[in-house]
């Protein structure tokens, strides 16, 4: 499968690795001006594999005008970390609604909920993720975005979408001359993404997408969409069916965050465990915002 592919005149979609199972998209507006969206994992191979894409299309690092992050994930941000000093662009990305909790945060939330023996390998695996977070959080930024700008891609427009539920600050960019969303990590071909930090955000993103226009979504993870409603619904229904299965695991009495996880992990403690416990631990928010649940520090009971 070829790491390059025009997708229509003058944008260029790059497929690039990152170190965890899956490629990331990179997709490049080559126009009178040169656009990145995104700048792929900052893991030598994968941008060893960006800068050959580029040289494919004709572009240097230096030829860049401008990088429009759709968030702030390490698979998204590398070129700004590791050829910063070949860069000299502008970067636009969105206001951060607020500071997005860590994994260790989660994790320490929910302290009395694990077993003493793992709670220290778990916290100490999820504290090298504050590394990730330290990067991003200190990017530079030259130009924020909100919803409703545009921004000149050579003369073309995009039109900013702020579409928070995966991150709180994650923006989508839609083309209302093709009807084509840029939609990051927003809406992929089977489901919801594996990270939402607010649920409820992230359907009310659902729900704004469902009113565009949207002919195509070009997405960062998987294939290209001429079905986003298609798409909009196996994600509800994905959560939906999540919240279903913690209600049914809570019928037969109080259980804990780490228990309702190690039960979807099919009682496997694996690297699998961690993102079940912020899975679980995010449908729990929602389900207490909903009344369904009631919380402890020891765990979570049905209304």
């Known amino acids: 499968m070829r790491n390059v592919e025009e997708v229509k005149q003058g944008v260029f979609r790059i497929r690039v690795p990152q170190p ?41 690092l230096a030829d860049v005008d401008q990088i429009i992050l759709t968030h702030r994930d390490m698979d998204h ?11 000299h662009c502008q970067v636009f990305a969105g206001y951060p609604a607020k500071k997005e909790p860590t994994l260790y945060e989660q994790l320490e939330g929910i302290r009395p909920q694990l077993p003493d023996q793992f709670t220290e390998e778990l916290l100490t695996k999820a504290s090298m993720d504050e590394i990730d977070f330290a990067q991003a959080e200190h990017l530079s930024i030259t130009q924020h975005v909100k919803h409703g700008d545009v921004i000149d891609v050579g003369g073309e427009y995009l039109e900013v979408l702020e579409t928070p539920g995966h991150s709180f600050d994650h923006i989508s960019l839609y083309d ?5 969303l840029y939609g990051g990590d ?9 990270k939402i930090i607010d649920l409820q955000q992230y359907l009310l ?40 299965k913690i209600i049914t695991c809570l019928k ?3 259980k804990s965050c780490y228990d309702l996880a190690l ?15 912020q899975l679980i631990s995010n449908h729990l928010n929602r389900l207490q915002d909903k009344d369904i649940i009631i919380k402890t520090d020891r765990g979570v009971s049905l209304q």
Not at 36 to 60: F, N, R, V
């Open 205 to 244: 993103t659902l729900d704004t997408l469902r009113q565009k226009n949207i002919k195509e979504v070009f997405p960062s993870h998987g294939p290209i969409m001429d079905h986003h409603l298609d798409a909009i619904e196996q994600a509800i229904a994905t959560i939906v069916d999540i919240d279903q």
């Open 176 to 180: 209302p001359g093709s009807n084509v």
């Open 77 to 87: 941000i590398g070129a700004l970390l590791t050829h910063a000093n070949e860069l």
């Open 186 to 194: 927003v809406l992929i071909e089977n489901g919801p993404p594996t």
């Open 263 to 277: 039960q979807f992990n099919n009682g496997n403690v694996d690297e699998n465990l961690l993102f079940y416990i």
């Open 20 to 60: 965890v199972p899956g490629d990331v998209f990179v997709y490049v507006i080559k126009k009178e001006k040169v656009t990145l969206i995104d700048a792929g994992h900052p893991s030598s191979d994968s941008q060893a594999s960006l800068i050959t894409a580029l040289k494919e299309i004709g572009i240097k």
């Open 252 to 254: 037969d009495g109080s």
